[in-house]
């Protein structure tokens, strides 16, 4: 194995640049105020803000999730991130800051989940295709057209910016089971 030393040493001294450690926020959950007020928009792009996207992907994939809310970690404020690929494909990241919906098309009833309402589901209408305007990390804007998947996504994200959360689409039967679940969990300590 000596032989190996040198081809190694070698690596050593010559590292890929790493990426800095990035932190892992807490998910906040149903019943939290903050997931039920809108958001203010971002005021103004600075490298904080490009970390905070950092760690909001960080967080998203660390909890398996295809999007993220800034409202989800606490944080009042329009922006999200989203990659319906889980971290696979690294340009299929997205940053959406201060995002709108500007043209939505067609219908589609998928099931639905939320980071902040762990263990349930449910089945929510969206439009079949968005596009939606809005600025990346660093401000600069752009359009993005999303079908399905992450059609989904981006209108899910967006609602989060609004105060708003799947269960509102829901039947109001379904709804209210999953709010009676929740109470009963909340009550025994669980959420
Ligand atoms: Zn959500």
């Given at each position: 194995?000596?032989?190996?030393?040198?081809?190694?040493?070698?690596?050593?001294?010559?590292?890929?640049?790493?990426?800095?450690?990035?932190?892992?926020?807490?998910?906040?959950?149903?019943?939290?105020?903050?997931?039920?007020?809108?958001?203010?928009l971002v005021p103004k792009f600075d490298?904080e803000i490009?970390?905070?996207?950092?760690?909001?992907?960080?967080?998203?994939?660390?909890?398996?999730?295809?999007?993220?809310?800034?409202?989800?970690?606490?944080?009042?404020?329009?922006?999200?991130?989203?990659?319906?690929?889980?971290?696979?494909?690294?340009?299929?990241?997205?940053?959406?800051?201060?995002?709108?919906?500007?043209?939505?098309?067609?219908?589609?009833?998928?099931?639905?989940?939320?980071?902040?309402?762990?263990?349930?589901?449910?089945?929510?209408?969206?439009?079949?295709?968005?596009?939606?305007?809005?600025?990346?990390?660093?401000g600069?804007?752009?359009?993005?057209?999303?079908?399905?998947?992450?059609?989904?996504?981006?209108?899910?994200?967006?609602?989060?910016?609004?105060?708003?959360?799947?269960?509102?689409?829901?039947?109001?039967?379904?709804?209210?089971?999953?709010?009676?679940?929740?109470?009963?969990?909340?009550?025994?300590?669980?959420?």
């Amino acid at each position: 194995m000596p032989n190996k030393l040198p081809s190694s040493e070698a690596v050593a001294t010559t590292p890929e640049p790493a990426a800095a450690p990035r932190k892992i926020y807490d998910v906040v959950k149903y019943g939290d105020p903050v997931l039920e007020k809108p958001t203010r928009l971002v005021p103004k792009f600075d490298a904080e803000i490009e970390e905070l996207a950092e760690d909001m992907f960080a967080t998203m994939y660390a909890a398996q999730g295809v999007g993220l809310a800034a409202p989800q970690i606490g944080k009042s404020i329009r922006l999200a991130v989203v990659d319906v690929t889980s971290g696979k494909n690294p340009e299929a990241r997205i940053v959406l800051a201060n995002p709108e919906i500007i043209h939505a098309e067609g219908e589609k009833r998928e099931e639905e989940g939320c980071l902040s309402i762990p263990g349930f589901r449910g089945y929510v209408v969206r439009p079949q295709f968005v596009t939606v305007k809005a600025q990346n990390a660093k401000g600069e804007w752009f359009e993005i057209r999303g079908e399905d998947l992450l059609a989904r996504a981006f209108c899910h994200e967006i609602d989060h910016l609004n105060g708003i959360l799947f269960l509102t689409h829901l039947s109001m039967l379904k709804r209210d089971l999953i709010k009676r679940k929740i109470k009963k969990l909340r009550k025994q300590g669980e959420w």
